[in-house]
């Protein structure tokens, strides 16, 4: 797994990696939400600190359309409780349009977030036995 993203200068490896983010609200400022293409996976940052990542499988419809399933996201345990899987996916479907792909929410976490926010519905496609076939 990367630690770093495009752009950014990579940890000390000598130095201890933070097994918290402190206590308290995380300003949204310091969360960076970045396509790691090469592992086919959004990271999310808080600082310097790499929390989390959402993957995805860039696939088509049976149309020909282009298609990003998001199929597992994880915010790293010691980083848990602070929020950051909301802008995770928020920002993964976001890219995700912006780039011109339709969305396919697999993951669960996704499924339910899409369900209560609603500012994609009209760029999102269910999941079929198709995508579900991509994964065996």
């Not at 402190?22 to 090469?38: F, L, S």
């Not at 929020?83 to 339910?112: D, F, W």
């Amino acid at each position: 797994m990367t630690d770093t993203a495009a752009g950014q200068s990579p940890r000390n490896e000598n130095a201890q990696a933070p097994t918290s983010l402190g206590d308290g609200p995380i300003d949204p400022a310091r969360i960076t939400v970045t396509d790691n293409a090469d592992e086919s996976r959004f990271d999310i940052t808080v600082g310097d600190t790499h929390v989390g990542f959402s993957m995805y499988l860039p696939t088509e419809s049976a149309q020909g359309v282009p298609q990003r399933i998001l199929y597992h996201t994880v915010v790293f345990e010691q980083f848990g409780g602070h929020g950051l899987a909301a802008p995770l996916t928020e920002q993964a479907i976001a890219q995700s349009v912006a780039a011109g792909y339709r969305v396919v929410a697999m993951c669960p976490y996704v499924k339910k977030w899409v369900t209560k926010h609603h500012e994609f519905d009209d760029r999102l496609d269910p999941v079929t036995p198709a995508h579900l076939a991509l994964f065996g």
